[in-house]
């Protein structure tokens, strides 16, 4: 058969029973029809043994043909058995392997099981972008940022030549300013009066800027007369973080052993979709998320006069230093910070009509 072409593949007719193969002149690319009209793309290996490449319409016909030309090299190379690493087991190594945090565990652990295929060379970039384009571009850029980070993993494990996601971009995430205004404020704080583990970590995160899942994750064990310390592995810049405590964010910490604010099977809190869409049908604001608290309490701290390395500190952003200024500023700023933090509470206690009694 002479070479194929899109239009040839289209145009071949569909066996009417069983399957009928066609080469491809000029490469070790073949393709076999169906009697139920699939065309898929394949290559001999030689003693009999047949490699599917993929479908046509998921591959491209330029895709296959570098396949079963990169194939065939690597079988007359002898270096065909590094090749047959599955999907299954090159994703199940790198998520035992990596180390990261639970909550990035989770939507690396679902991205992943998006990819379809028994071998890690069945993934190209036809078959990631198909994956993308149902996704929102939020998602889309995380499952990008999990794909990219996997396949230079299998690169680096000799498991793959190539990435699929090579000159792929997912576009920017655009950023968000959603800063709450003091009576959207107000108006959070009156509808989380009522008590549950959800709306102290609310009041938290608005008292204290930290991050939800820093505060889903506390013991009473990283309490201290001075405040909270968020161990590195639940920080997102993997910065251990110690955070002063005013009289106001104190009267939301339980006296309870283990856990501050669990689950009801007393595991680290994460049913956060619900609650949240009870407390927004009981406020009448703009939409709104946990993470804006955290970029209000950022804004309050300047408009109060906080220095900035001061704020950025209370923040956590100290990732943003100079590697200089990391390793000659070694001075621990606890007792500005915390001069910072009771300025801030008497703000937001004077702004909320709360007592602050310290």
């Not at 972008?129 to 680096?156: D, E, V």
């Not at 950025?312 to 700023?333: A, C, M, P, V």
Request: proline share 6%; glycine share 6%.
């Amino acid at each position: 058969m002479p070479r194929l072409t899109d239009l040839t593949i289209r145009n071949l007719p569909v066996p009417s029973s069983g399957q009928v193969t066609h080469d491809d002149e000029g490469s070790p690319l073949k393709i076999r029809i169906s009697q139920g009209g699939s065309k898929t793309f394949l290559v001999m290996l030689g003693s009999g043994h047949r490699h599917t490449i993929g479908r046509f319409g998921e591959v491209t016909l330029a895709e296959a043909r570098e396949a079963a030309r990169r194939l065939r090299a690597e079988r007359t190379l002898g270096r065909i058995l590094p090749a047959s690493k599955s999907i299954a087991e090159a994703r199940d190594e790198y998520l035992d392997e990596i180390e990261i945090r639970d909550n990035t565990y989770t939507y690396y652990y679902r991205n992943l099981h998006r990819l379809k295929g028994p071998k890690l060379q069945d993934i190209t970039p036809t078959a990631i972008n198909s994956i993308l384009s149902g996704l929102k571009p939020a998602a889309r850029l995380q499952a990008l940022r999990t794909y990219t980070a996997f396949f230079n993993w299998c690169i680096a494990k000799h498991y793959l030549d190539k990435s699929p996601c090579e000159r792929m971009e997912g576009g920017k995430r655009k950023r968000r300013t959603r800063i709450l205004t003091p009576d959207e404020l107000c108006a959070i704080w009156t509808s989380t009066a009522i008590a549950s583990n959800y709306h102290s970590i609310v009041r938290l995160c608005l008292v204290t800027g930290q991050r939800k899942t820093e505060w889903a994750h506390c013991t009473d064990k990283w309490l201290s007369y001075y405040g909270v310390l968020f161990p590195p592995d639940i920080c997102k810049n993997h910065n251990g973080h110690h955070f002063p405590l005013g009289p106001l964010a104190r009267t939301l910490i339980p006296d309870r052993k283990g856990l501050l604010f669990p689950s009801e099977d007393n595991t680290v809190y994460s049913a956060w979709s619900k609650p949240k869409r009870a407390l927004d049908a009981s406020i009448a604001i703009a939409p709104w998320q946990l993470r804006d608290l955290r970029r209000t309490y950022r804004t309050i701290q300047a408009s109060i006069g906080t220095p900035k390395e001061i704020a950025e500190r209370l923040i956590n952003h100290i990732s943003e230093q100079g590697e200089l200024e990391k390793i000659y500023d070694q001075f621990d700023y606890a007792q500005p910070m915390q001069e910072a933090q009771l300025h801030y509470e008497t703000k937001l206690a004077e702004l909320l009509g709360v007592p602050l009694i310290s």
